[in-house]
């Protein structure tokens, strides 16, 4: 079959698979092709067991591979002949020299700058998918300026606003899709050939185009805002546990303003994920690096509380049960950053799971998608840790139960016998309160939300 376009998608990860298939499926006229140095991703997603899990992704994946979506390692061969590149590699926050702990790591990201150079004949549009510091796309031309031909790359800002879990639902339908680019006349000729991608299925009101500067800090805003909305409701939870206000009755109050809105108000062990982090200290570091002192320690404020509502969550556990957890068995209810996913970078049960094994605590994990990244994860880790995929065999001779990750299938356990096979006193830490309190407390339960009076049975001091 003759393609109208050939779309190149250089990193296979979380966002580049789906967000080709996505495409694929939605424009059937052009082929995609995802490329990755990684062999053995490449693998998976050429197999019946892809490398990431989201749901209605395999359907897609099955539907559109070996028609116009195609995955390989051959990097070189596929930029030749690709007229649109999508950089879509990771960019985690640099562990080394200037920077180190708060900077994009943009080692990746220049690689394949020179890999395009290298290996173009033909002017092309760059698109950076990966999210990036403001003003990445001028070094990028920088590089893109000395191929050896004098070709011409125009470089377009079009950020992801996927969130994992939700990634094909958010990329079919999404809030909107950011294109930037200069205002030259080039420039807007290239950001309309991104338009016309999207405008397969979204609709046209819904695709902003601005210019390069704005798409690239709008970015990084959203995730700061997002994160911000969680840091301040888990803030208040703290306050709500020494007042006996509850946070679910504060956040639907507040959040049925409508200039406030309802979402991104649920209460937690604190916010994970490998980007809201990453992308807030990559903030704070732009911020501090223009001498905006005020900026950046107020958004570094939001990591700090992601920090504080961890450290207190895990207090709160070791308090509760008496001062000590040595030789005590836990069951963690998820590993994963979210629900629907089997990601757990930056998760809060590594750092839960951690914390409880320095105490000594006997940990047995269990997670619907994420056991095996939980495995590698505590893999240096040092105490005694089973996975156990059954919750019901997970909790058995436990003394407490920790909520971790929200997974639907959690809230609908027979709590009763659970209860009946653990140690007593037995005790419930809902990290996400997802489940109903009271019925724990009947059952016999001491049950401590996040955010709201614990129910317990000991006589009050
Ligand atoms: P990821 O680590 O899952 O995938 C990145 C892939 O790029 C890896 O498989 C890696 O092997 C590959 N890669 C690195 N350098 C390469 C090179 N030179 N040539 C070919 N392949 C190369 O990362 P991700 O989660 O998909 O994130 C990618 C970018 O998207 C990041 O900037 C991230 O901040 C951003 N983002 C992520 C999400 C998310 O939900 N994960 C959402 C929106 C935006
Ligand atoms: C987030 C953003 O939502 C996406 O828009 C963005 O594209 C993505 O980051 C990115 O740049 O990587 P993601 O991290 O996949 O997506 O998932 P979220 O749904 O945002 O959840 C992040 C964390 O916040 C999770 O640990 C979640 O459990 C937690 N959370 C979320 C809360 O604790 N409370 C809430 O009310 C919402």
Redesign the pocket.
Known sequence: MNFRKNILC????????PTMAVIAMKCPEYRITV????ED?IKAWNSDHL??FEPRLEEIVRQTRGVNLFFSTD?KKNIKEAEIIFV?????TKTFGQGAGMA?DLQ??E??AY?IIENSEDPKIIVE????PVKTAQAMERILKESKNHLRFEVISN??????GS?VRDLIEPDRVLIGSHQTESGLEAANEIVDIYAHWVPREKIVTTNLWSSELS?LVA?AFLAQRISSINSISALCEKTEADVSEIAYAVGTDSRIGSKFLNASLGFG???FK??ILNLVYIARSYGLTEVADYWESVIKINEYQQERFVRNIIKAMFNTIVDKKIALFGFAFKANTG?T?ESPGKHVAKKLLEEKAILSITDPQALDNARSDLAGADGNVCYEIDPYKAALNTSAIVIVTEWDVFKSLDYGRIFENMRKPAFIFDGRNILNHRHLFKIGFNVYPIGKPSLTHFEKS
Do not use: H, M
């Open positions: 250089i990193g296979a990860g979380y966002v580049g698979g490329v990755d140095i990684n991703r490398p990431i990097i879509s590699v990771n960019t985690p994009s990746y990201w690689k394949t890999q998918k990966s999210t990036l950020p992801e606003f996927l969130a994992e990634a970015k995730n994920g490998s980007c990453k992308d990601d970078r």
